[in-house]
């Protein structure tokens, strides 16, 4: 059956890879694969009633997912059909592309510490499309969100889902964390930054004022409130959660509530054909709907491997024949980028002894930065690569030849920083 299993998932990633060359959306490939890989787990298992009983919990987990990214986007679209992202690119006069590369992936990295990498990328490609009209530009500095996104979330307990599992889980502490994965981090991305900064040469050139908000003009302080409250309901998803202890997804979904109720109120005094683009409505009708179909099939291929056992399996067999964790840990980070970096993190916790390895451990902040970093070198690595892979378009290969090396070169030299200030 494990045979099976993988010879699918290596089919559906392939399908996936070459999308434009098979000419079937990447979407239909996922979902078909995720779902094949079910079927057989099923038929070929002992006990269906406990495999429908896990698959129950895994659609728990993944529907949090998949809420969160709905509720993100419309967020982001309703800000953005208010124009509110004026309140940034107004602020951004710079057209020089170097200049700008820095500032843009800076700000994702800080930015994706404090919300989270998924929400970084969502709101900083949104950006992107205010800043930068080229499309092949605009994809360059969309790969680079995506390392920067996942840097930045690496060394947060709230930036990244890894991370933070961790923290839950009590391997490692908040403080400690951000002190020590904060160096590491950086440099993961000032190294791509700085490759790039040698290739990039003169301007970009930035779009015009957007049909919909020629047609439909919003005045300054309508922006301003679209805005000031899209992005404190991203930021206070953290907060909600540290408060109630629910799951992210009803923390976006509770600034969206209040978000919808805010901007009916706000445009109820206007006809239907200027208020309808400002609605939450028009926002959910223009989603990416296949990228969160997308989502959903690869980690429904994923969470296969995980009841399976196969990842934990894998582990295992890595412990056994390589023992030395300055291997096996950035080992661990390069299968996030094939294998969604938390059940292979959900592997490694229950692998790795807390009376072994206690709070804090080399391996645990070691584990933070490789899961966090390592999905970052391929663009279905990580949740911010999918987002972003889905919003502006983003094949698999051009990512491949793009910015998979730029990754891999962060990923290499961080490991390196964080191993040298340990150890020297």
């Known amino acids: ?21 098979i000419k079937i959306n990447k979407s239909a ?39 969160f990214l709905m509720g993100a986007m419309t967020i982001v679209e309703l800000v953005d059909a208010h ?17 700008l590369l820095w500032i843009i992936c800076l700000l994702s990295f800080f930015l994706s510490a404090v919300l989270d990498n998924l929400t970084t990328t969502i709101v900083m490609v949104s950006l992107l499309r205010k800043l930068i009209d080229d499309r092949e530009e605009r994809l360059l500095f969309a790969g680079m969100i995506v390392i920067a996104a996942n840097a930045g979330g690496a060394w947060s307990p709230i930036g990244d889902v890894t991370t933070t599992m961790l923290w839950a889980g009590g391997q490692i502490t908040a403080q400690n964390i951000m002190t020590k994965l904060f160096i590491p981090s950086l440099v993961s991305l000032v190294v791509p930054m700085l490759v790039l900064s040698f290739k990039l040469k003169g301007n970009i050139r930035q779009p015009e004022l957007s049909e919909t908000f020629a047609l439909h003009p919003t005045s300054e302080s309508e922006r301003n409130i679209v805005f000031f409250l899209g992005i404190g309901a991203l930021i206070f998803v953290p907060v909600f959660k540290s408060i109630t202890h629910l799951p992210p997804f009803m923390g976006i979904l509770f600034g969206l509530g209040i978000l919808w109720i805010i901007t009916e109120i706000m445009h109820a005094q206007k006809n239907d054909e200027d208020k309808d683009p400002l609605t939450v409505v028009h926002a959910l009708r223009k989603i ?27 582990a295992h067999y890595m412990n056994d024949k390589i023992g030395d964790l300055n291997i096996i840990v950035p080992l661990i980070g390069l299968l996030s980028a094939i294998i969604d970096n938390v059940p292979l993190v959900a592997a490694s916790m229950g692998m790795y002894d807390m009376n072994t390895y206690p709070t804090d451990s080399y391996i645990w902040e070691f584990l933070a930065y490789c899961a ?4 970052s070198i391929l663009i279905i690595g990580s949740a911010a690569g999918v987002a972003a892979m889905g919003m502006e378009k983003i094949s698999f290969i051009w990512y491949l030849k793009k910015i998979a090396w730029l990754a891999l070169l962060g990923y290499f030299a961080g490991a390196l920083c964080y191993i040298s200030l340990e150890h020297f």
């Open 83 to 99: 124009d509110g992202f004026e309140v940034i690119t107004s602020k951004i006069k710079t057209t020089k592309k170097i200049k």
């Open 372 to 375: 966090g970093t390592g999905g």
């Open 288 to 314: 990416d709907v296949p990228s969160i179909l997308f989502f959903l099939g690869i980690l429904l291929a994923i969470a296969v491997f995980q009841s399976t056992g196969i990842l934990s399996e894998l």
């Open 29 to 67: 490939s996922a979902i078909l694969t995720g779902v094949l890989c079910w079927t057989v787990y099923i038929l070929f298992g002992n006990d269906s009633h406990t495999i429908s009983e896990q698959l129950t919990i895994h659609l728990s987990e993944l529907s949090g997912i998949l809420f």
């Open 1 to 21: 059956m494990s045979t099976i299993l993988i010879f699918i998932f290596i089919l559906g990633y392939a399908a996936i890879a070459f999308e434009h060359v």
